[in-house]
């Protein structure tokens, strides 16, 4: 019988979840100033699903913890206090409840558990030189051969496609649709389809994050489409919902406010004028960020569609946590230029590579021009 976790106490519920973080979440998942990848976070992601706590958004009755909007906060803030990093988690937090609203029983059926058993480990495929921020203009193609589409094209900026086992990919089918946003389809393919060749790109940091795909006559079934052919545009802005919601988590600002206070202890400035004044600023930010996304997370959770006001958490996450990350530099003075963790009073910390990591938080998922172009447009009515 599985638990009804909104029945819960409140105060219950986050001490369950406290316990289980401090005695069974690994060292090496706290505080990451870098992207986690697959081989250091299974043993966790394993133990989150086998106690049914991997999804906490999706209906129990597709495995998920199906949690009201009062819990999700609890959840989120307990794993966000603890310094949980993010495991590699889009078949969960986008995939999966694209599936859950458009799918079909058997897509569901099929992919549903294999997310949250960590067999199947899905990549994005929508930006592509070219098509980025413009996504609409996207010239990946597939044609319908057979039983099969064929496809053809490339992606670029696709996170740990090198690990992924499964790609959802934006594919243009109706080449000569009267506007760029029709004649698009939602593709599922398989990594390891002949064709499919991956090419990772290293970033500032010097870690592997990003890859290059390219599609060589992959041949997709043809009942891999999610939802109806060339209508993979509602798809499309279903899933950046997801995306920007979750770009717009205060989940790294919380975790890099955290660090920073614990530095400013560390090398004894805490009380200093100049560092509370900045960082009472910084945290009263945060709260505000934390007030936002509950917001939208409630409008989700009731079932209801994230609209382009969902622009303004995608621009005040990532701004709020490069500017957090900025403050840390200079407060941790001249140990803020080294690139590695180091040893600062009774801690270890890295303020550069927290630094790399929020510099490029303002272009994926839309960059922070073009939010401010969809909500000068669609929130306030302004002309082109």
Request: glycine share 8%; proline share 5%.
């Amino acid at each position: 019988m599985s638990t009804d976790y909104n029945a819960m106490n409140e105060s219950d519920f986050r001490m369950m979840l406290r316990e289980f973080i401090a005695s069974e979440c690994p060292d090496h998942m706290i505080n990451q100033a870098r992207r986690i990848h697959w081989e250091e976070s299974q043993d966790w992601f394993k133990k989150l699903s086998k106690k049914g706590w991997l999804a906490p958004a999706w209906p129990a009755e597709h495995g998920g913890m199906g949690l009201d909007i009062e819990k999700m906060i609890a959840y989120q803030s307990e794993f966000d206090r603890a310094g949980v990093a993010r495991h590699p988690d889009i078949g969960i937090v986008m995939l999966g409840m694209l599936l859950v609203r458009f799918g079909t029983d058997e897509q569901k059926a099929y992919y549903l558990p294999r997310i949250l058993t960590g067999e199947n480990l899905w990549c994005q495929g929508y930006s592509e030189p070219g098509a980025g921020s413009d996504l609409a203009s996207l010239r990946t193609s597939a044609v319908l051969d057979g039983d099969h589409w064929l496809v053809n094209g490339q992606k670029i900026w696709t996170t740990l496609a090198q690990e992924a086992t499964d790609i959802f990919v934006l594919v243009r089918t109706d080449p000569n649709a009267p506007k760029k946003q029709q004649g698009i389809s939602f593709l599922l393919a398989r990594m390891d389809s002949p064709g499919i060749t991956v090419r990772p790109i290293k970033t500032l940091s010097g870690d592997e994050e990003f890859c290059e795909v390219f599609f060589d006559n992959v041949r997709v079934p043809k009942d891999n489409i999610v939802g109806n052919v060339n209508e993979g545009w509602t798809m499309a802005k279903a899933l950046l919902g997801f995306e920007r919601l979750n770009h717009g988590s205060p989940k790294p600002a919380q975790m890099a406010l955290d660090q920073l206070e614990e530095i400013a202890q560390s090398l004894g400035v805490q009380d200093q004028p100049w560092f509370t004044d900045k960082f009472m600023q910084l945290a009263l930010d945060v709260e505000d960020l934390t007030a936002t996304y509950a917001r939208f997370a409630a409008t989700l959770k009731s079932g209801g569609a994230l609209g382009p006001e969902i622009s303004i958490l995608k621009l005040f996450g990532p701004d709020l946590y490069q500017r957090i990350s900025e403050f840390m530099i200079e407060v941790a003075q001249e140990y803020g230029a080294a690139q590695h963790p180091t040893q600062i009073g009774n801690y270890s910390f890295d303020p550069m590579g927290c630094y790399f990591l929020s510099r490029p938080v303002t272009i994926f998922g839309g960059a922070s021009e073009v939010q401010r172009n969809i909500l000068a447009k669609a929130v306030l009515g302004m002309p082109s």
